[in-house]
C-alpha cells in the first residue's frame, strides 16, 4: 500500500514544516500555526488497485498568550479532535 497527504482547502498545500514518518501514515506538522488549520486527506493506494481515503479536519485557534510550550506529541486518527489547555497568562494589549 502507498499513503499519501495532501491539504485539500482551496489554494492551500501542506505546511512546508510537515514531516512524514511510517511509510507516510503518519504527518506531524510541527511548529503550529494559524495558518495550518484546514482538511488535509490521507489517501492510500492498494497495489492491487483500488484507492481510498479518510479526511481531517484541523482547527488552530489562538489568541496572545505566553505559555510554554506543549510538552509531547499529539497522536489523532481520522474522525478524532485534540483540545489542549495549559496555564498561560494573556497578553495585555
Not at 514518518?21 to 484546514?38: E, F, M, P
Not at 482538511?39 to 481531517?56: A, I, S
Not at 499529539?74 to 489547555?85: D, K, M, N, R, V
Request: overall charge positive; charged content about 20%; hydrophobic content about 35%.
Amino acid at each position: 500500500m502507498t499513503y499519501s497527504w495532501s491539504r485539500i482547502d482551496a489554494d492551500a498545500t501542506m505546511p512546508k514544516s510537515a514531516v512524514f514518518s511510517d511509510y507516510n501514515r503518519v504527518v506531524t506538522i510541527r511548529d503550529i500555526q494559524l495558518a495550518h488549520s484546514g482538511t488535509y486527506r490521507c489517501r492510500v493506494q492498494r497495489q492491487l488497485g483500488g484507492e481510498t481515503h479518510g479526511d481531517l479536519t484541523i482547527v488552530v485557534e489562538g489568541m496572545s498568550f505566553s505559555c510554554s510550550p506543549v510538552s509531547r506529541d499529539a497522536l489523532l486518527s481520522i474522525g478524532q479532535s485534540l483540545w489542549h489547555s495549559t496555564d498561560c497568562a494573556r497578553l495585555q494589549r
